[in-house]
């Protein structure tokens, strides 16, 4: 498949961590980013997918890791059918394709989440730091519909609220999308961190009651993960 913009030709030196793709920070998201965000994302979820699946045990019935790399393989597929769309497209093709193969109450938030994500980009031509930024926003408010969980109460939302508040509040200073994708990532990390000792509100880990305290929320973890990659396919 041809990935538009590929730099992986520049001379630039990797980041300090010498494992990250070679690429200059991306000052707009575009078709590209978003070929690389999902390859990424299939990547580094197949690598966490052991550790989705213990979490998901711990609270949960122990099948985030699998729904979650079925979803990423589905995703890459459907967005190398997409020759020529724009980054708008492309995203709601792989909220599509979530909402289609992932079962479980992640399949539809994410399918959510990223359907939200496109169809709040710029239709065509790339999209701006504030852009992504309003964007993030715009998928968790339709995330939260969706799923009504507010911060937290130990889900994906404790993680991607944080990040959706941190990237617009950055890219209203005139962060550029490099520096908003940076904030919203470590926003997410300690979101998702921070629910370790909350009691779970929604979802299948509140069955559990007082008995879900002690454990980091599986959802939260692959959210933080879901941007990290955007962050890397971006450059950043
Ligand atoms: P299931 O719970 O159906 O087995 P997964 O294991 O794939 O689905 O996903 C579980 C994750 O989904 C949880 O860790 C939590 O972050 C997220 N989640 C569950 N319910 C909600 C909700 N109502 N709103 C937001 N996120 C939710
Ligand atoms: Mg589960």
Redesign the pocket.
Known sequence: MEIPNDTSGSPLPAGPAGNEPVAAPASHLDPGIVHRWIAELDRRLRAAEARLTE??AA??????GA??TRGARSALTAIGEQEGASASRLISAVGYALSRS??????P?YGTWFTALGRNLPEEGPAAAIDVARALVAALEA??Q????EVG??????ALSPASRRALDAADSGADLAGVLRLAVGAAEDGAVA?VPLR?R?????YLGARSEGHQ???????AIVLDALRTAAGA
């Open positions: 979490l998901d609270i949960g019935d122990a099948d985030h729904n979650m992932v079962g479980g109450a992640s399949g938030l995330v939260q969706l799923g009504a969980a109460d130990k889900t994906m939302v404790d629910t779970a929604r979802g299948r880990a509140s929320d599986p959802g939260a973890t692959s959210a």
